[in-house]
T-cell receptor
Framework: GQQLNQSPQSMFIQEGEDVSMNCTSS?????WLWYKQDPGEGPVLLIA?????ELTSNGRLTAQFGITRKDSFLNISASIPSDVGIYFC?????????????FGKGTKLSVKP | DAMVIQNPRYQVTQFGKPVTLSCSQT?????MYWYQQKSSQAPKLLFH???????NEADTPDNFQSRRPNTSFCFLDIRSPGLGDAAMYLC?????????????FGPGTRLTVL
């Protein structure tokens, strides 16, 4: 089946540093979503992207829908300890069915105060 | 606040003893999903309802069933839980007509099988 390649798998950074993670696919996607999941909780939607080239911000978070429609990135600026968690990208392939949301394997972010 | 609610948050059951997890939503969304998530893995879709239309994923075991008695509620029934069914179970919703695939998740139910 279709897969998303999310990288890096994990990151250990110092508080205040910027963070960048990305997802790539082998096929065209028409939607990209970025979620954050804290331990023992459900994923929380951070940013949703629906058009190629779209650049959207949510506070210190910025995400972009790649022009090729096969990738997306998420940047976090000036990281703080509460940014710790697992970040998942998810996307809907072009022509995908209603329930067909493909998830990346996640990026585990650790922030040292 | 409109939200997706899951009960209980933690469920312990015995091997082979049926268990039901519940999900309710105040978002009035047409679509409801059930995912299984094991440690350090991405959520895996089990099935979803589009209104009353049930859609099962091809690799979802027969041991897993679902009911949606009305728009607001959806249940996940595990008929004979095995040790391998211990996981976090996530409910999510979405609303067609807009960005249909944007899914909103509940807090999850952590299932332990003894």
């Amino acid at each position: 089946g279709q897969q998303l390649n999310q990288s890096p798998q994990s990151m250990f950074i110092q508080e205040g540093e910027d963070v960048s993670m990305n997802c790539t696919s082998s096929s065209i996607f028409n939607t990209w979503l970025w979620y954050k999941q804290d331990p023992g909780e459900g994923p929380v939607l951070l940013i949703a992207l629906y058009k190629a080239g779209e650049l959207t911000s949510n506070g210190r978070l910025t995400a972009q829908f790649g022009i090729t429609r096969k990738d997306s990135f998420l940047n976090i600026s000036a990281s703080i300890p509460s940014d710790v968690g697992i970040y998942f990208c998810a996307g809907r392939p072009l022509g995908g069915s209603q329930g067909n949301l493909i998830f990346g394997k996640g990026t585990k972010l650790s922030v040292k105060p | 606040d409109a939200m997706v609610i899951q009960n209980p948050r933690y469920q312990v059951t015995q091997f082979g003893k049926p268990v039901t997890l519940s999900c309710s939503q105040t978002l009035n969304h047409n679509v409801m999903y059930w995912y299984q998530q094991k440690s350090s893995q991405a959520p895996k879709l089990l099935f979803h309802y589009y209104d009353k239309d049930f859609n099962n994923e091809a690799d979802t075991p027969d041991n897993f069933q679902s009911r949606r008695p009305n728009t607001s509620f959806c249940f996940l029934d595990i008929r004979s839980p095995g040790l391998g069914d211990a996981a976090m179970y996530l409910c999510a919703t979405s609303k067609p007509g807009g960005p249909v695939v944007t899914q909103y998740f509940g807090p999850g139910t952590r299932l332990t099988v003894l």
